[in-house]
């Protein structure tokens, strides 16, 4: 396996985002890059499925900043879904939206019908556990994506804003996270 995974769009989708999302900025680029990568690298896709992860991958976290919480997956969509109105992809909607809504769920997603919404939670899986779950990707492969796109804190402000949220909400330290 390469790391050598074009993905023009990321830049490009998140641009806008940029001075939202302040000095996380390059952390936050580079682990939608990484995960993305591991999608990948989990499935062969079509073009249309390489879009549609690096759409979904580009919104998946973004409620972090929108709404300054760690209970995040709900405010990512609308983003998501006015992203793909704006680019007529509007026919993908609820594959994506389904993407961010799952890409935290502890357990497998069983679907015939998205494929990609496992193969996602999957690659956030590998870079949010920082290579621990690796699905069949060697350790080495996981290695070169994240010395090729460093964390530049991304793994520090998760921790920062979790303890900040467990503060103030101890009954419900982990609101993200699905059964």
Not at 73 to 87: F, G, R, T
């Amino acid at each position: 396996m390469t790391t050598e995974i074009e993905l023009p769009h990321v830049k490009q989708i998140l641009s806008p985002w940029r001075t939202l999302i302040g000095v996380d900025y390059a952390g936050y680029r580079n682990h939608v890059t990484r995960m993305a990568i591991f999608c990948l690298s989990l499935r062969e896709c079509s073009e249309d499925e390489k879009r549609k992860i690096v759409i979904a991958a580009c919104f998946h976290d973004i409620g972090i900043w929108i709404e300054n919480t760690v209970d995040y997956i709900e405010p990512s969509i609308p983003p998501a879904l006015d992203y793909l109105k704006s680019n007529n992809l509007m026919h993908w909607s609820e594959e994506i939206a389904l993407m961010i809504r799952e890409h935290h769920k502890i357990t497998r997603y069983e679907t015939d019908t998205y494929p990609l919404v496992e193969v996602f939670r999957r690659g956030d899986l590998v870079d949010f556990s920082w290579g621990m779950f690796k699905f069949g990707l060697s350790a080495d492969f996981i290695g070169s994506v994240k010395r090729q796109y460093p964390n530049a804190g991304f793994h520090k402000t998760l921790a920062r804003r979790g303890w900040a949220w467990f503060i103030r909400h101890p009954l419900k330290p982990a609101p993200m996270m699905k059964w």
